[in-house]
DNA sequence: ATTACGAATTAGAATAATTCTAAATTTTGA
DNA sequence: TCAAAATTTAGAATTATTCTAATTCGTAAT
């Protein structure tokens, strides 16, 4: 299976023609190709505005299309903060967003190993859990080992 | 200081003239009254709707107002889920929202005992955390101690 | 190749929650 | 009591997102 990394600035026409039971088209290749390319938290728009860039005839529906198929066949994820516009991550791996209020950019924050949404809720047994979403904002530390890209 | 807790029914006209700084007018207690009153998770317009059955003559816009009021003097929180609109919850214990996907109805979750942010997130040192926002959503269980009111 | 079919894309209109505006009313405090 | 400030109000404006209906594309069968 090809391998959807970040940061590797992938040509689109690489990714085979199916992914996650998803036909991949033009567009969502295209789509797919921007949120791997920076590990920012776009918008729909900031998306297509990138997109733009590559096919010019791409529409802000189609944008908006391709987010929600991605989505839906969890080759992306969506990220809510409050009442803003919804961002767009391609990080698959379990993790949390932090917004540093200064400069409004969201940084992916990672669990401590081991720790399990369970150990640390108390929910009526039985509970089951298809999505969950935890958002932080403040003010964002400077720290030796976490990298800032 | 006067209790705000939930299902008290209480009579709006008990609230002091101010309360953390804010000044409370008729309609700041009918909206403060309305949320205290049940304990679910009305929106905005829902809030509406129950205030104008003791003040016909409240307007949205003002109910919107009185939110924003109580939400930044932190009488109230405001809480999201995905991009529904935002719904209203008086309680200011640590805790945070499960939204069954049967019925839409949001419960309140609490943590386990003595369970701190920091223990379980990895964050770059001297990150502040101002807001947190916990959201999950799932097929609630039956649990005998969990109180569905 | 050509055709036919379903899926995807597109432009633009529609929707809906929220915010804004400006006028009217209420409250405060001198 | 009067002026200034704050709040409320109705309705307009905004804006992210969804919808609609027409067009185009891709695929696979003929």
Redesign the pocket.
Known sequence: MISLEQNTNPDPSDFP?EIEG??M????REVLAVLLAERDHP???DVFLRSQQR?A?????????????LVSHNLVRQV?FE????RYCPNLADHCHFQDEESGKIHDVVFKDGVKLEDILVLPQGTDINHLEISLKGHFGQSKNHKTP
Chains 1, 2 share one sequence.
Do not use: G
């Open positions: 023609s998803l036909r088209t033009k567009q969502r918008t729909a728009n096919m005839t791409i529409s802000l529906a189609t944008v908006y299309n391709c987010l929600e198929a809510n009442r803003e516009s919804s």
